[in-house]
């Protein structure tokens, strides 16, 4: 694999991700599938959970993926859990940090130090339904589309620059739970294709927070109602 420009501006060979999670790691999971399938020019090297007992941690070590657990029942703040955090972290290298159901608010100090470099997928159309039960939000005021979005992460939480989004429509019926079944098979489609524009360098954060994608001119993945409906 040939050497890339990582976000840090240092030449070096495969992008270096780590991942963050709190549970069982789905999108972890699609993401370092994604990555072996398809030989990006990357190498997951951690998964990090914020409960010893994430079961997404078994099943990354399944697949000879370095494994730890900061768990932040066993600090006094949240400052003092992300401090700990940062250090597990660093001591993998990462190019990017790649937040994938990792379900703790993170403290602006943390967003500054892996600012350019600290990415979420986040159930929701944004800036519409930050935070959570998004699908429960949606559902509320009665969207005809819900979907999810891939963003850089900034000290305000849910409102990041927007890197892709995936729609997924509602249909009647739905409740929070098969709305959500719906929009994860999208989660998994979108949250990869992303990871792998940052694993070849072409992921572009602009002065003014507009992100540009080389050679990408559309970033929205749809999936067609009549799709959805054979689903159902």
């Given amino acids: 694999m040939s050497a890339i420009i990582s976000a840090s501006g240092r030449r ?24 072996a399938a398809e030989a990006w020019p990357a190498e997951i090297a951690a ?3 914020s409960r010893a007992d994430a079961e997404g941690l078994a099943w990354a070590a399944g697949q000879g993926i370095a494994t730890a657990a900061v768990a932040h029942r066993d600090y006094p703040s949240r400052e003092a859990f992300d ?4 250090e597990r972290i660093d001591a993998y290298d990462p190019d990017w940090v790649l937040l994938a159901g990792f379900m703790r608010v993170l403290t602006p100090g943390f967003v500054q130090r892996y600012a350019g470099r600290l990415v ?11 935070g ?43 409740t929070p739970e098969s709305l959500a079944a719906r929009l994860l098979g999208m989660e998994h489609r979108v949250y ?23 050679g990408v001119a559309q970033r929205l993945f749809a999936m067609q109602k009549e799709t959805a409906d054979e689903r159902e």
């Fill in 132 to 174: 959570l039960h998004t699908h429960a939000q949606a559902l509320a005021v009665g969207v005809q589309a819900h979907g999810c979005t891939v963003h850089y992460v900034t000290p305000v939480l849910d409102h990041g620059p927007i890197i892709a989004q995936g729609v997924v429509p509602v249909l009647a019926g739905d």
């Fill in 83 to 86: 401090a700990a955090l940062a």
């Fill in 12 to 35: 070096r060979g495969p992008a270096r991700f780590v991942i963050l999670i709190s549970g069982r790691g789905s999108n972890m999971q699609a993401l370092v599938q994604a990555c």
């Fill in 192 to 214: 990869p294709q992303v990871a792998r524009w940052l694993a070849e360098g072409r992921v572009r954060l602009g002065a003014d927070q507009r992100v540009e994608v080389e």
């Fill in 47 to 49: 998964v990090i959970a």
């Fill in 120 to 130: 979420n997928i986040h159930p929701s159309l944004l800036p519409a339904f930050p």
